[in-house]
């Protein structure tokens, strides 16, 4: 199942978020742990379709809200997000590398809304994917998933780590 929403705000900016499905067999790649097969990923982008400025802060907890109306709705669901070197951002913290923004912004913004909306049944559970031969090119990906699924999100994200 691939979905997207649509996200504007008043100055004009749109914000496309798309979640697209891992099917069972990209999964079962990686583990055969059962606990973790029984999950279902989908693959969060963020598209920015009108704008360019900075993004605010409504429409980032606007698409907190769509995700975490999603992962209310869908028990298994684990949300991913990936944030690699291939895009530069518009940042003002110009000694981090544009994928190391992403993540910090990513982190924060989960960690305010889900505190502001009392909710603490879901985990982001962050990997730092370092490649020795270029230390420029740190990558990130983030899991969100419900606080009984940690265990197997936090054993495909060693898997990930090895590969």
Do not use: W
């Not at 963020?46 to 606007?62: N, W």
């Not at 951002?89 to 190391?100: A, D, G, T």
């Not at 031969?133 to 780590?161: K, W, Y």
């Amino acid at each position: 199942m691939d979905l997207s929403f649509d996200i504007m705000n008043s100055e004009g900016d749109q914000i496309m978020v798309a979640l697209s499905y891992y099917d069972y067999e990209a999964i079962s790649i990686f583990t055969t742990d059962r606990s973790t097969l029984t999950l279902v990923f989908y693959d969060v982008t963020l598209v920015r379709k009108v704008g360019e400025g900075y993004v605010g802060y409504k429409v980032l907890f606007a698409i907190s809200d769509i995700l975490a109306k999603f992962m209310y709705e869908n028990e298994d669901a684990v949300l991913c997000f990936y944030c690699d070197a291939n895009t530069e951002v518009r940042r003002n913290h110009k000694n981090m590398l544009p994928q190391e923004y992403r993540s910090v912004l990513f982190s924060r913004m989960f960690e305010l809304y889900t505190k502001t909306h009392n909710i603490t049944n879901f985990i982001n559970h962050r990997v730092e994917i370092v490649n020795p031969d270029n230390p420029n090119n740190r990558q990130f990906a983030h899991f969100i998933c419900r606080t009984e699924h940690h265990e197997a999100v936090v054993s495909l994200g060693q898997i990930l780590m090895e590969k």
